[in-house]
């Protein structure tokens, strides 16, 4: 099969009614980035052919299995199955190929929300598929009023932004700072002769006039959250960041991936984020409350809970 048959968007399957959610729409890259020609190949194709250096499971192997007809790839198998595998794949064997079809499967805007936790689990592997879409997905011009996560998509896009540089020019950090800029973050007061902004001390991105600005922002607008989950991934990822992916790339699991898991709150039970996971509930909630962090910087929902990581080698 080729790249560009591989790559054609899936149909999108209807979200069924049980509980299990449904098997993977596209690949993340697909429903995140643009697929505009750069030269002869695509965003999407750029990622795939970045990220073809991780090890595909078998699971995925399998689930990915199809045929053409009539111009159409026809899974081997149905959706329900093909979820259990990417997810075997994810949990079992760290396959980062499984983690961005997990991601992808949920890209609803009833279940986004669980999306986030298996892009960021991909993301912190190095899986650049995945490093898009949480930019795409939940960071970039994500920012309203209540839900700011600039400093995140500044941190992710940097990464995304050195892995290629034709993925550059979809990222652009630049236009991040300039969007920002000297100016209080909730007033929009700008410095003067006399008087000038402080920034915020934590994350060294915003700038506000006052402490009272400053406490809307950290309290109401949640960066209390955002500031906490950029210096966690400047303390655990950031420092092993290559080494995790040069370990998750030979299929083995670097002793920092697991600190930084936990740190990020992706190991936590499932009962801590039981009432959000439910997407036959997902109309009580909203699920772009979720897509941060809690006031510990700690996602909201969970990918893999710490007793699933003792049956992995
Ligand atoms: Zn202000
Ligand atoms: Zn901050």
């Not at 505009?36 to 192997?61: C, M, N, Q, R």
């Not at 899974?75 to 997990?102: I, P, W």
């Not at 034709?166 to 000297?182: C, E, F, I």
């Not at 960066?223 to 966690?232: A, D, N, P, S």
């Amino acid at each position: 099969m080729g790249r560009k048959q591989k790559l054609r968007q899936e149909r999108k399957i209807k979200n069924n009614k049980n509980s299990t959610p449904p098997a993977v729409v596209t690949t993340a890259s697909e429903a995140t980035v643009e697929a505009t020609s750069e030269g002869t190949l695509s965003i999407a194709e750029i990622l795939v052919e970045i990220d073809s250096v991780f090890p595909k499971s078998d699971e995925y192997v399998q689930a990915t299995d199809a045929q053409i007809i009539n111009g159409n790839e026809d899974y081997k198998l149905d959706n329900n199955e093909r979820y259990a595998l990417f997810k075997q794949g994810a949990t079992e064997h760290g396959c980062v190929h499984s983690m961005n079809f997990m991601g992808a499967g949920y890209l609803n805007p009833t279940s986004k929300h669980l999306a986030h936790p298996w892009f960021l689990e991909g993301a912190i592997r190095g899986h650049y598929g995945c490093i898009m879409s949480l930019i795409g997905e939940f960071y970039l011009d994500h920012a309203e009023p209540n839900r700011n996560a600039d400093t995140l998509y500044g941190y992710w896009g940097k990464i995304a932004t050195n892995a290629d540089t034709r993925l550059s020019p979809k990222v652009a950090p630049n236009v991040l700072k300039h969007r920002l800029g000297r100016i209080c973050i909730i007033c929009s007061k700008t410095d003067t002769k006399t008087f000038t902004l402080k920034q915020c001390e934590g994350c060294s991105v915003y700038c506000y006039c006052s402490e009272g600005c400053q406490t809307i922002h950290w309290k109401d607008h949640n960066h209390r959250g955002e500031c906490k989950q950029l210096r966690i991934l400047i303390k655990y990822h950031k420092p092993y960041a290559k080494a995790i992916r040069d370990a998750a790339i030979r299929g083995d699991i670097h002793p920092a991936l697991e600190k930084l898991q936990y740190k990020l709150g992706l190991t936590r039970p499932l009962e801590d984020y039981q009432e959000i996971d439910n997407t036959y509930d997902a109309k009580l909630i909203n699920p772009k409350d979720y897509f941060v962090a809690r006031d510990d910087g700690t996602v909201w929902v969970g990918s893999i809970p710490s007793t699933a990581c003792v049956s992995r080698k």
